[in-house]
């Protein structure tokens, strides 16, 4: 018995649908950027409404003015009243929660001050145990809150 070339497709593991040959680029490349869109991580990097939905516009800080001061609750087991600030951002005037962190600085933040802030730490979701808070506070008054809490640095008069 005489035997091709080639031998048999299927023991040779070749039996896949994929086009193959000198002029199948074309075709594979189209069908790879169309399946790329059914995965998750390309669909929301490319497609454009996570960019949309999200407040900072794709920033990584935003200043803002701070609108009022406010404790939250922290959730089930923990008891504490996380203190945070609701601050409307300059940049689109959209209202967020902010955590003010460290003991005290809440007291270097008064209202209509104007502050940066950025991200808690989980691509837009809340940390912890504190409810419905996805941003941070980072300067007030173009100081930094750290600085403030080491007493490095003293909040600027105005």
Known sequence: STQSTWGS??????????????????????????????????????????????????????????????GIEAKQPNSAIRKCIRVQLIKNTKKVTAFVPNDGCLNFIEENDEVLIAGFGRKGHSVGD????????????????????????EKPRS
């Open 130 to 153: 504190i409810p419905g808070v996805r941003f941070q506070a980072m300067k007030v008054s173009g100081v930094s809150l750290l600085a403030l809490y080491r007493e490095i640095k």
């Open 9 to 70: 497709f299927s023991t040779m593991g070749l039996n896949t649908c994929k086009s193959r040959g000198i002029r199948a680029a074309r075709k594979l490349r189209v069908h790879r950027r169309k399946q790329r869109w059914a995965d998750k991580q390309y669909k929301k990097a490319n497609f454009g409404a996570a960019l949309k939905a999200n407040v900072l516009g794709g920033a990584s800080h935003a200043k803002g003015i701070v609108v009022e001061k406010l």
